[in-house]
């Protein structure tokens, strides 16, 4: 995938996706997310792609959110209804929310409003020292989208209304302390070496396991007890029946590393 504003790799099974506006702190017009949404595509639909590691350049911010001006441009030449691409937007979130593989967010510097989005639907969340997490689109007169949902279920209910409601943005250290974050690390170097690690280790895991554990950890958390356990159980028949189930216990019976098919 080729886009000036949004880069794609493919290493050892993982997919390096990176937004690449940093004279903007890569805030997100319409062009990079659209380029989110077909790198997130082409990740997923490749089944080489095992992990998926998202991150920013320049190293001012993962993401600034929303690039305001385009915003402010379009609510100046046309009507207010049509000031935000409301399509794009709901396709933009859903391709990351909705993606089936293991999603690591590598955040270095500001990760705010959409920016802090996006990352909230990534799986694991990993952070340098300097990073600041918020959402101020109270101060905008915005809401948020997947930041009234998803933050509420991150992090403890009295800290998702704090962040909501002040708009000031927290510490990596605090965002650590409350579980926005996985790890702190000092330095961009060590964050991609963190990320690199991470991905690998999820990597060596069975993919049909891993992606019927996510589907079952998003749906089960907002069901009952009875009702994730029905869930989990339906995914386990079907991975009971497949290649990769045998395959796992006879390598490890033979010493080896197992070969996964995927079936």
Known sequence: MMSKVMRYRKEDNVAWLTLNRPESMNAFNTELRVGLMDAMDEA???PEVLAIVLTGEGGRAFSAGADLKEIANRDASGSLAESVPTKVI???FASVGNCPKPTIAAIDGHCIAAGLEVAILCDIRIATAKSTFGLPEARRSLMPDPGLIELMRVVPLGEALKILFTARPISA???YDVG???AVVPDRDALMVQAAEMAADIVLGAPLAIEAYKRIVKAGRSMPPEQAS???EA?????SGTEDRVEGPRAF???RAPVWKRR
Do not use: C, S
């Open 44 to 46: 997923t639909a490749d």
């Open 90 to 92: 709901g396709n933009f």
């Open 173 to 175: 250290n605090r965002a």
């Open 180 to 182: 926005l974050i996985q």
């Open 230 to 232: 029905q869930l989990r």
């Open 235 to 239: 995914y386990w028949g079907m991975l």
């Open 253 to 255: 019976a033979e010493k």
